[in-house]
């Protein structure tokens, strides 16, 4: 089993940037295809984006396409979100996924890290 643990939420201002981290432990997260999913209140929890396992290939949500991007660095097992040009819109709960056979992972999931956008 892996163990996710995300980092780096936070306040900020419309059009502004934040960087989320999610530190995998337990097994190499090279075994995984990884991903972001986001919660707002009173939403069910959607899809953000995925990483495969080498990172060769991403795919994100139509919603953040061009602002956010996910990258990996599996040395230090870590995946990373870099948001731009964020949005109210883009408030949440940000969480951090991982699974070994789905494109789209749902085995394993972090606690969270809450982002929030001020207009």
């Known amino acids: 089993q892996v163990q996710l643990v995300e980092s780096g939420g936070g306040l900020v201002q419309a059009g502004g940037s934040l960087t989320l981290s999610c530190a995998a432990s337990g097994r190499a997260s090279s075994m995984y295809n990884m991903g972001w999913f986001r919660q707002a209140p009173g939403k069910e929890r959607e899809f953000v984006a995925v990483?495969?396992?080498?990172?060769?290939?991403?795919i994100y949500a139509d919603s953040v396409k061009g602002r956010f991007t996910i990258s990996r660095d599996n040395a230090k097992n870590t995946v990373y979100l870099q948001m731009n040009s964020l949005k109210p819109e883009d408030t949440a709960e940000y969480y951090c996924?991982?699974?070994?056979?789905?494109?789209?992972?749902?085995?394993?999931w972090g606690q969270g890290t809450q982002v929030t956008v001020s207009s």
């Open positions: 996924a991982a699974d070994e056979r789905r494109l789209v992972p749902r085995d394993f």
């Open positions: 990483i495969t396992r080498s990172g060769a290939s991403t």
